[in-house]
């Protein structure tokens, strides 16, 4: 069945659609049609893009409408939004199973605050069908398999959509190709956003793996055919856009054409992380922190947060750990755990694994802490730099992210794989107890450049820049006007 968006209202001018298919406008004040899984970056591209009146729908798999209460809006037109409770009822009873997914915090938090709910369409139903094949593909040991069939089956499904009026597609990596098969029909500027660094960050992490088997035991199976489709998306999309200059180099390596790349660094939006940046000293006492996150004495408190997994090398944190552990320095470890018990049990007794916590938790792991340590063999971006920043916390990590941090300015770049360069730096702080303090003015300044009104500047300048040069195909002669 043809589900329709015929709902979706565009956020600027009226528009009158005259044929089927339709090219780029001229003006500068083209509409976008962002598609996405998830709440990734918190919605930031679409919040960017609506901001400056560009936004004319937002295509997601899951969504908490109406703020509170969350409610779905029905997949299939013309239909009221229904409660998640109700929705439940009309699913199968393996389905139902599902409702603690539905009730957690995340799923009612997945909301794009400032975009008015009618310029969102979900897929809810069939958003609890793909969370179920996860849950139980995992189980099986075949999570990434998992991912490679819900990234498709949301870009069939958008791709059967009648979607609002655009000029511009902005969507991400697996998650696309059956969408940018249409829309190139459509004779629609394409903009892919690549989140990762492809083939070649699988391949470097299943051999960093089979190096350390100890760590986090077999490497697993990536499916090669999860990357040859987003080769496809690379020949389809028309502009592609990476996270740092580390995915930039490694999809160019597997084949994407250097001329359709241009780097675009996330967004963060600072809030009140400064302030907390600048009374840390204050409000870090012994007595106002709980008593897992008070400092013993007053040892250097080194921090990781996010994923502990091979990828992010936490093995070299636990190698550099051990080289200090004389030293007058702590390590928290914070975030969920992807490594195995018996590796946790062989940490050195200066560092502490802590387990996931949420994003409250985790601020106050942000205002004791003076160090922020990343030694990461590959990601996309790394956005826990910038919230690092946020809070006047010095990074160290390596170059295989995004370039945000200004050597011996706002942190130190290390080599990858490299524990004892990193037992090194944290050294140089353990040293000088004054420097991580130092650094911090100028760690809050810099997340400033970071804010989802540049995203939104950057990303239109983009398409500005390539639109001009873009020949579109002769069989795309219809047009859109104005009335």
Not at 9 to 27: D, G, M, T, V, W
Not at 64 to 90: C, F, H, M, W
Not at 339 to 364: C, K, Q
Not at 373 to 393: I, K, M, R
């Amino acid at each position: 069945m043809v589900e329709s968006l015929a709902d979706f209202r565009p956020s600027a001018c009226n528009f009158r659609f005259q044929h089927s298919e339709f090219q780029l406008l001229k003006s500068p004040s083209h509409r976008w049609l962002c598609c996405q899984i998830g709440a990734r970056e918190h919605y930031a591209v679409a919040r960017a893009l609506h901001e400056q009146g560009l936004l004319t729908g937002l295509v997601t798999d899951w969504y908490a409408y109406g703020g509170k209460n969350g409610d779905q809006r029905a997949e299939v037109s013309g239909q009221r939004p229904v409660s998640q409770t109700s929705e439940i009822r009309l699913l199968p009873s393996v389905i139902r199973r599902l409702s603690s997914v539905i009730r957690h915090p995340s799923a009612r938090a997945a909301r794009a605050e400032g975009i008015p709910d009618e310029l969102v369409h979900s897929i809810p139903f069939r958003s609890l069908l793909w969370k179920w094949r996860v849950l139980r593909l995992a189980a099986q040991g075949r999570l990434f398999e998992a991912y490679a069939q819900t990234d498709a089956a949301f870009a069939v499904a958008v791709s059967r959509l009648a979607l609002p009026l655009h000029e511009v597609f902005f969507g991400y990596s697996y998650a696309s190709l059956e969408i940018l098969e249409v829309e190139k029909k459509r004779g629609v500027l394409t903009v892919l956003d690549q989140i990762d660094s492809g083939a070649v960050e699988s391949r470097l992490v299943a051999e960093e793996m089979k190096r350390h088997p100890e760590i986090a035991g077999p490497a697993p199976e990536f499916p090669a055919t999860n990357f040859d489709r987003n080769r496809r998306e690379w020949e389809l999309a028309d502009i592609i856009v990476v996270n740092s200059e580390w995915s930039r180099d490694a999809i160019i390596a597997e084949g994407a054409d250097p001329a359709k790349i241009e780097i675009l660094p996330l967004a963060y939006e600072v809030g009140d992380g400064g302030q907390m940046a600048e009374d840390r000293e204050q409000k870090a006492a012994a007595g106002s922190l709980p008593s897992d996150l008070r400092p013993p004495s007053s040892a250097l408190r080194v921090l990781w947060l996010g994923q502990v997994n091979v990828r992010k090398g936490i093995h070299y944190l636990m190698q550099a750990a051990r080289l200090l552990e004389r030293e007058n320095v702590h390590f928290d470890v914070v975030g969920p755990i992807g490594i195995l018990p018996t590796a946790i049990a062989s940490a050195p007794r200066n560092l502490t694994f802590h387990g996931p916590v949420g994003r409250d938790r985790a601020t106050e792991w942000y205002r004791q802490s003076d160090v922020f340590v990343l030694p990461t063999l590959s990601d996309g971006f790394a956005l826990t730099q910038l919230e690092a920043f946020a809070h006047g916390l010095p990074v160290i990590v390596t170059p295989n992210c995004g370039r945000v941090v200004e050597d011996g300015k706002t942190g130190f770049i290390i080599p990858p794989s490299d524990p004892s360069a990193l037992a090194d730096v944290i050294l140089r702080f353990v040293r000088n107890p004054d420097l991580a303090r130092e650094m911090a003015p100028a760690c809050r300044a810099a997340v400033k450049a970071y804010s989802v009104e540049s995203l939104g500047e950057r990303l239109v300048a983009i398409v500005e820049r390539h639109k001009t040069s873009r020949r579109l195909p002769s069989a795309v002669s219809s047009l859109i006007s104005v009335s």
